[in-house]
């Protein structure tokens, strides 16, 4: 009667291919103290169909439809408001969750505001891929505001716990990050994002996702077909958000202060404050990179930062 209540936010669209698996290994779940919030964000297919489905065979299941199409960060911001428990668990809607997933990070979090586990890939008939998420990026604990100044962190959310008070503080995500990169900066100023190094989740891997990386390397070429100038104004955006949220009596405020400053513009002494802030926080910046990012690649990248934006 003492356990904690999990909330379990499923943010959906156009997922009818994948969710029943996920929500069935959800409901299987051996941690029982869980709800799931399920939030659709104006689907096209069946979707909600088997939401409403599921909301009538468990109690604990509640669907919500968005009138309007929110789009995938304030679809989870709206599932986060929406939820009840004391731990938060944001949820893909094609995944596969281990049985013990919750149980197991219930009883890892400890003081930390986030815990987060490993992953290993499935194909989109559910079969073993034989490579795991800590084989493609640095899985690691995340303590410092500056650990979140470039994009691509490896704290994911469909990995993630959450103490609901992180997520209260997070409101309101900004479109300009991913929700579990921004929840994951906001956890860093009150304790740490805790990495607990054990495959949990089934991370599908499918023709979806094929095109949706497609989609993104299509957008970084847009990016960087943009001209030096917009490069540097979508820069000092996101440092300017980061460094509002974060908070005064924080060192690292300064510190991202700085980077503000160096994102002004490509004068000269900007550039070089800009490549003398990633090397002397590069041990912290670069964290995420994987283990075959040497030194000297640290160092090589950091030099890049003379001329190129975060």
């Known amino acids: ?78 599932g986060f408001s929406l939820a009840t428990g004391e731990f938060v668990a944001p949820c893909d809607q094609d995944d596969v969750w281990l049985p013990t997933k919750i ?12 815990v987060y586990c490993d992953s290993e890939f499935i194909d989109g008939e559910g079969q073993l891929l034989g490579t795991k998420m800590s084989d493609t990026k640095t899985l690691t604990d995340f303590d410092s505001p500056i650990m979140y100044i470039e994009a691509g962190i490896s704290a994911l959310g469909h990995a993630m716990l959450i103490k609901k008070e992180v997520v209260l503080a997070a409101m309101p995500f900004p479109v300009l990050f991913s929700h579990d990169n921004w929840l994951g900066f906001v956890a860093s100023f009150r304790g740490s994002v805790k990495f607990f ?48 949220k974060c908070p005064n009596h924080l060192p690292e405020k300064h510190v991202i202060s700085q980077l503000c400053k160096s994102h002004e513009s490509y004068s000269l002494s900007n550039n070089f404050l800009r490549m003398a802030l990633f090397f002397q926080y590069r041990d912290k910046i670069l964290r995420h990179k994987k283990y075959r990012f040497t030194k000297l690649k640290r160092c090589l990248h950091c030099i890049k930062f003379f001329y190129k934006t975060i």
């Open 103 to 114: 149980e197991v990070l219930i009883r890892e979090i400890g003081n930390n505001a986030i």
């Open 1 to 78: 009667m003492n356990s904690p209540l999990v909330s379990v936010v499923l943010a959906t669209y156009n997922g009818e291919r994948f969710l029943r698996a996920q929500l069935d290994s959800i409901l299987t779940q051996t941690y029982p103290w869980i709800e799931v919030i399920a939030v659709d964000d104006c689907s096209t297919d069946e979707t909600v169909t088997i939401l409403n489905e599921y909301a009538v065979n468990y109690k604990n299941v509640t669907v919500f439809i968005n009138e309007q199409n929110l789009g995938y960060v304030k679809n989870f911001e709206k």
């Open 197 to 244: 190094d054990e495959v949990l989740v089934h991370y599908r891997r499918h023709d979806m996702n094929v095109m949706n990386a497609l989609l993104k390397k299509d957008r970084q070429k847009n990016i960087q077909k943009k001209t030096r100038q917009e490069r540097m104004e979508n820069a000092y955006a996101r440092l300017t958000t980061l460094h509002d």
